[in-house]
């Protein structure tokens, strides 16, 4: 498995699913982050090409039986190398503006007890909140994306910020996104052809690190995706995601994180953990995961609790059947599992070994394409009475 | 002997919500399927409400004055929350209260059946609605009124933490059809695809724009009730209609109305047809349509008529500051319920006020308001509905830095251009309405001119100010007091100076140099002495500094645009 690098050379389209025809006012939009499945097309579709960027259609059946982990985000240096990688924000985190400028605090939302007498329509479900249960608004700005450094240590030891932080210190900011108005020019008068405009916004793989569209070019942060696959790819310049946008693919000598020493003897020892989807992940039940729970044999899972925003959809287009795939719900990356794990430790040790940055979903060609890449956190099991604060009348 | 059992009857807080708010509200693609999404999922709440209406229940949120307010169709606006102390088992009255809203929502639907003539899968759409409404609730046990804040605090939380687990069942799709055009998640349900019908016959079959898709909760928000909602092009039609007078308008809309029925059996609304470019989207035909637009320009010729109507409407998102605070300063149920009432009431006269503005109400309930106003009432209206908030809530308070305060409205009001996607012009006012909330004080308010082909122009500043100032520099346009220029010359000064070390006071000198050098009409003319003077004063204080005060005057003559062919006198805006 190799970790290729997909630099962008145009601000991307990844489509959501609605129709995009020639008709007056018609808008392209992009996702805020591709899809595995996106990526997945893009690697299969490149390992199908020959020396001519030909596509062998005879090899679509070999090609889906390639593994491809990823997108993840990445930061690069001048020379195109990785210099850091970045996850999803995880929903375990709750994020309030601080007092100071440009400060957050961050919450841990944790599994928890209803107080006595009370009741929700989850039923006997385990609820997750902050506790005690917080006032504070939710930072509008906080980062989507935290850098590795933080995902380490939030995934080693989680918890309540016991000081105000810098935002930026979490992680990148928003993606830019660019939109371009383009008309369609007849080829007899030179001029626009009447009604045929139509907008596409795309993802400029950029961040303006002083927010605001002030800062210096020099202080800019170029991003790119990052993928590994057992594919067989050459690098170059191709297309990726709609209007044949441009990048640029080149192989990384750099691999994934590996699961820290700590966080692996961690979960070992406490039989509990938590998981965190950093690309979504499908499922047959929706939001609750079936082959995680049986993939291991000698250890029984249990989801105990789950932090999760709204879920996605996917379609995408069926290459071999030449038509629209049928849409399916997707769990969002950055949803959170708190998982029991009992077993003995060495089952449990098989248990990280075979999750750390796999990918979870139920189907087996969901995994293949990259869908439900988890990395795993430590969880003391605990679960703790909800405690509501009496309000505050001080401003 | 044996024991008297004494039944001691368990009463519970409970609070509910009805979603998904993105589903009803946010995927709209024209004015009408915003109104009727947001009055959808209020026609759902009061069906849930309503359960609840009767004793031994008591409502606190909503609180109507008669159970009558909560019928179907009834004038009340009922925000998605509900909250009432209930007796019996909350999972039983829940059941209930989600029976009758899906109730309600199939009673919607058959009137979708019924509307639509055109071929649909109805099998998917009937999927589609069953997955549709999502209905979270969460309840403490009721010790009794001395214990009410503790209980809404405790029923908050875990509400609050009931939304953090978002569950969902898997969908069966299905391939090979196209997505719903909204919101790309759903698949079409319209048999009739693009390809197979003309754009007509999709009109007529299922009231779908030209190579619109739709699911069946698009076809549930566009076909439920067959009630016209006013489009952003009628909205932005008033002031020419105005203008024109009604014989006039009358007659130019016979004739343009005739010339239209050559070209295309699409239906347009009276407003859209002082708006070419509107009409020529109908016509699918390039040559045509270009036939057309001549056509159209000669019969303005032929009456003699000169100007075009604007384009422009205005978009005004509004709502309470600090209501989290004032509901928490709530000590009992009955304040509770008695502010809940204030809201309704509020609600109540902000439907007036906005109508007999010629705008139109998108959605005004407690105390949130989204609402279209033509550019020479839009003013107006947003000051009498400052004034009314403030009145109507004036007996609550709440504590902010450190001294009491009655609740006051802030929001944004966004300068659109007709055709622009409501999408963008609700997440224009969206950043608009957060500048707002931003200023220090509260009852703020965000101006935004989103013109076509132009940077936005922004003015944010306390509402009241704000409104005194822009009726000042409206008059100024109207009574060419002042150049058009002068707003982009201050506006040089600023960027090229305004960062720099360049003392205040020097700063001033030569604005005030650039005031009195542009005069209007190019003659010989000074600037009057008052004009100048109320410049001095504005220049004089860091408050509003020179780019805001250019950006001002700039959505001023905006303004003053409307007001003119309106033909109203500056002095008829009220404060």
Redo the contacts between chains.
């Keep these: 498995m190799t970790v290729w690098l997909i630099q962008p050379r145009d601000p991307l389209i990844f489509?959501?699913?609605?129709?995009f025809?020639a008709?007056?006012?018609?808008?392209a939009r992009t996702l805020a982050f591709p899809y595995p499945s996106t990526l997945a097309g893009g690697v299969r579709t490149r390992a199908g090409q020959d020396s001519n960027g030909r596509f062998d259609k005879q090899q679509i059946d070999r090609l889906l039986r390639h593994t491809i982990r990823g997108p993840l985000l990445v930061s690069l240096d001048d020379y195109g190398e990785v210099t850091q990688w970045h996850f999803p924000a995880p929903?375990d985190a709750f994020v309030i503006e601080a007092a100071a400028q440009l400060t957050v605090q961050r919450l841990w939302?944790r599994p928890?007890y209803?107080?006595?007498?009370?009741?929700?329509?989850?039923g006997n479900?385990v609820?997750?909140?902050t506790n005690p249960?917080s006032r504070g608004k939710a930072d509008?700005a906080a980062p989507s994306f935290w850098s590795w450094e933080t995902v380490d240590a939030w995934l080693a030891e989680p918890g309540d910020d016991p000081a105000p932080v810098l935002r930026s210190t979490l992680g990148p900011g928003k993606l830019v996104r660019e939109s371009r108005i383009h008309v369609s020019i007849d080829p007899e008068t030179q001029t626009a052809?009447?009604?045929l405009l139509y907008e596409t916004t795309g993802l400029e793989f950029v961040t303006n690190p002083s927010g605001e569209g002030r800062g210096a070019l020099s202080a800019v942060q170029q991003y790119a995706l990052a993928v590994d696959t057992d594919a067989e790819l050459q690098p170059g310049v191709d297309f990726l995601g709609g209007e044949r946008r441009m990048v640029n693919w080149a192989a990384s000598r750099r691999s994934f994180p590996e699961c820290p020493q700590g966080v692996r003897h961690t979960i070992v020892s406490q039989g509990h953990c938590r998981v965190l989807l950093v690309t979504p992940a499908?499922?047959?039940?929706?939001?609750?995961p079936a082959w995680l729970t049986r993939a291991v044999p000698g250890v029984t899972v249990r989801v105990v609790?789950?932090?999760?925003?709204?879920?996605g959809?996917v379609?995408g287009w069926?290459a071999k059947?030449r038509?629209?795939?049928?849409?399916?719900?997707l769990v969002p990356a950055g949803s959170v599992y708190f998982l029991s794990l009992d077993g003995d430790p060495a089952a449990r040790e098989r248990f990280v070994d075979l999750m750390w940055l796999q990918a979870v979903s139920d189907e087996e060609q969901d995994r293949r394409d990259g869908l439900g890449m988890a990395l795993l956190g430590t969880w003391n099991g605990e679960i703790q009475p909800?405690e509501?604060?009496?309000?505050d009348?001080?401003? | 002997m044996g024991e008297c059992a004494m039944q001691v009857i368990e009463k519970h807080l409970l609070v509910c919500a009805l979603g998904p708010v993105q589903d009803f509200i946010a995927t709209a693609r024209t004015s009408r399927d915003l109104w009727f999404g947001s009055w959808m999922l209020s026609e759902l709440s009061k069906a849930a409400a309503k359960c609840l209406a009767a004793e031994p229940n008591q409502l606190v949120f909503p609180a109507p004055r008669s159970v009558g307010d909560l019928d179907p169709g009834s004038d009340l606006s009922v925000a998605n929350k509900i909250a009432a102390v209930v007796e019996g088992d909350p999972q039983v009255i829940t059941d209930q209260m989600r029976q009758a809203v899906t109730e309600r929502l199939m009673a919607f639907w058959s009137e979708v059946r019924r509307a639509v003539t055109g071929a649909v899968d109805w099998d998917l759409a009937q999927e589609q609605l069953g997955d549709l409404v999502e209905f979270t609730w969460a309840s403490v046990p009721y010790p009794g009124a001395p214990h009410y804040r503790r209980a809404r605090s405790q029923a908050e939380a875990c509400l609050a933490s009931r939304k953090n687990t978002r569950g969902f069942r898997q969908t069966q799709g299905r391939a090979g059809t196209p997505k719903s055009s909204l919101d790309g998640a759903r698949e079409s349900v319209l048999v009739g695809h693009s390809g197979s019908m003309t754009s007509d016959q999709r009109f007529v079959a299922y009231h779908a724009e030209p190579g619109e898709e739709l699911s069946g909760i698009d076809l549930l928000k566009r076909r439920a009730k067959d009630q016209k909602f006013p489009s952003t092009t009628d909205i932005a039609a008033k002031p020419y209609r105005i203008m024109l007078g009604t014989g006039k308008d009358s007659c130019l809309l016979e004739r343009i109305d005739l010339l239209l029925r050559d070209y295309t059996c699409s239906q347009e609304t009276a407003g859209a047809h002082y708006y070419p470019e509107r009409l020529a989207q109908l016509i699918p035909d390039v040559d045509r349509r270009r036939k057309f637009r001549q056509e159209y320009a000669r019969i303005f010729k032929t009456e003699g008529i000169e100007r075009q109507a604007s384009p422009h409407y205005a978009l005004l998102l509004a709502d309470g500051d600090d209501m989290g605070r004032t509901i928490d300063a709530l000590q009992t149920s009955e304040q509770h319920r008695s502010f809940s009432q204030r809201l309704s009431e509020f609600a109540a006269i902000a439907n007036e006020r906005i109508g007999s503005h010629s705008g139109a109400p998108i959605y005004v309930g407690g105390d949130d308001i989204l609402a279209y106003l033509p550019l020479h009432t839009a003013l107006a209206c947003v000051s009498e509905l400052d004034a009314e908030f403030r009145a109507t809530l004036r007996d609550f308070a709440y504590q902010r830095d450190g001294a009491m305060r009655s609740p006051t409205l802030s929001g944004a009001l966004v300068i659109a251009h007709h055709l622009t996607p409501l999408s963008d012009v609700l997440e224009t006012a969206r950043g608009a309405e957060k500048k707002a909330k931003a200023v220090k004080g509260k009852n703020a308010l965000t101006i935004v001119l989103s013109k076509r082909g132009g940077a936005d122009r922004t003015a944010v500043a306390p509402l009241g100010e704000l409104l005194d100032r822009m009726r000042v520099l409206i008059g100024y346009r109207r009574q060419r007091l002042i150049s058009a220029g002068t707003a982009y010359e201050l506006e040089q000064l600023h960027r090229q100076l305004g960062g720099s070390e360049l003392q205040a006071k020097a700063l001033s000198k030569e604005a005030e140099r650039i005031i009195k050098r542009k005069y209007e009409g190019g003659g010989h003319q000074a600037i009057r002495p008052e004009v100048l003077e109320q410049f001095r004063a504005w220049f004089g204080h860091p408050e509003p500094h020179l780019a805001e005060l250019a950006q001002e005057m700039i959505i001023a003559a905006e303004f003053a645009g409307a007001y003119e062919m309106a033909d109203i006198d500056i002095g008829e805006v009220q404060g």
Excluded: C, W
């Design positions: 489509r959501d699913g609605r129709p025809s008709m007056p006012g018609a808008r929903a939302v928890v209803l107080p006595h007498g009370a009741a929700t329509d989850l479900g609820l997750v909140s249960a509008s052809s009447e009604g499908i499922f047959e039940g929706g939001h609750l609790a789950v932090a999760n925003r709204r879920y959809t379609s069926d059947r038509t629209q795939k049928a849409t399916r719900r909800l509501v604060e009496d309000e009348t001080s401003s």
